[in-house]
């Protein structure tokens, strides 16, 4: 099992950046293919990026594309999130999650606490 700890949100205005950290414990990291998702109030839990174990490989919703990065850094066992350029519609609970680079479910099966992030226009 992997334990997940979300860290980095906050307010921020219409424009501006923020940089989220996932940290995590348990196993080896790099075996851990790591997502971020997001829920704004009344809707789904969406995906947002994700990046493979080796960090090689990285996946973006389009409405992120070119605004936000996905990162990791394996021997700290964190993955990141910059966020740039943030509107208001980004406004939501963000989530880091990991599944077993092994695994063929599409699924997350772990989770971290979640962390707000409020875009102010």
């Known amino acids: 099992q992997v334990q997940l700890v979300d860290s980095g949100g906050g307010l921020v205005q219409a424009g501006g950046s923020l940089t989220l950290s996932c940290v995590a414990s348990g196993r080896t990291f790099s075996r851990y293919a790591m997502g971020w998702f997001r829920q704004a109030p009344g809707k789904e839990r969406e995906f947002v990026a994700a990046?493979?174990?080796?960090?090689?490989?990285?996946y973006y919703t389009d409405s992120v594309k070119d605004r936000f990065t996905i990162s990791r850094d394996n021997a700290k066992s964190a993955v990141f999130l910059q966020m740039k350029s943030l509107k208001p519609d980004d406004t939501a609970v963000y989530y880091c999650?990991?599944?077993?680079?092994?695994?063929?479910?599409?699924?997350?099966?772990?989770w971290g606490q979640g962390i707000q992030v409020t875009v102010s226009s």
């Open positions: 990046i493979s174990g080796s960090g090689g490989n990285t």
């Open positions: 999650a990991a599944k077993s680079i092994t695994t063929t479910m599409a699924s997350y099966p772990y």
